[in-house]
């Protein structure tokens, strides 16, 4: 299990700096994320994703629930009046909850690409102004060591906080 560590980097150099030393501490690259204001992260730097940008883990799994419920709903009507002449069995809810939890998914998702991760509003501003914003996967049995290296080698950079642990991250 991981957790996603959030610091905010004054500038370029102090995120490539850091970058270098995560690495050496064998924080996978695939771990960390960076972001900045449009066009001045380099190529060479893990930027954020698509997945992390915007809301979309968030949109899809409200989708599924909803999804779910309104398909179960549906199966469970279609059961109980079925067409004239047809015979539904229970096996028509689960197939209808699945439907409805997929399309939910799909929709909600679609739907959730077009708003930024509410996660990362609070450092907007200090983006655009110029700061860089460092997210971090650390495994949980390394969190304190990783933190007080941060702390310990730039006492200057900003803690943004912890999210809570995750199962395995891609």
């Avoid at 702390?151 to 995750?166: K, L």
Wanted: proline share 7%; hydrophobic share 50%.
């Amino acid at each position: 299990m991981r957790r996603r560590v959030y610091y905010v980097l004054p500038n370029i150099p102090a995120a490539r700096a850091m970058l270098d030393e995560l690495l050496l501490a064998r924080i996978e690259e695939r771990h960390i994320h960076f972001m900045a204001r449009e066009g001045t992260l380099p190529k060479d730097m893990p930027d954020c994703s698509f997945v992390i940008k915007t809301d979309l883990i968030h949109g899809a799994q409200l989708g599924v629930v909803i999804g779910g419920i309104v398909g179960f709903l549906a199966g469970v009507l279609l059961v109980l009046m079925p067409p004239e002449g047809l015979t539904m069995r229970t096996a028509a809810i689960l197939l209808m909850a699945l439907g409805g939890a997929l399309f939910g998914a799909w929709a909600s998702g679609m739907n959730a690409c077009a708003i930024p991760n509410k996660k990362l509003e609070k450092y907007a501003d200090r983006i655009q102004n110029g700061e860089v914003l460092m997210m971090v996967d650390v495994p949980l049995r390394r969190i304190r060591e990783i933190e007080e290296m941060i702390a310990a080698r730039h006492p200057d950079f900003s803690f943004g906080g912890e999210e809570p642990p995750m199962l395995a991250f891609p």
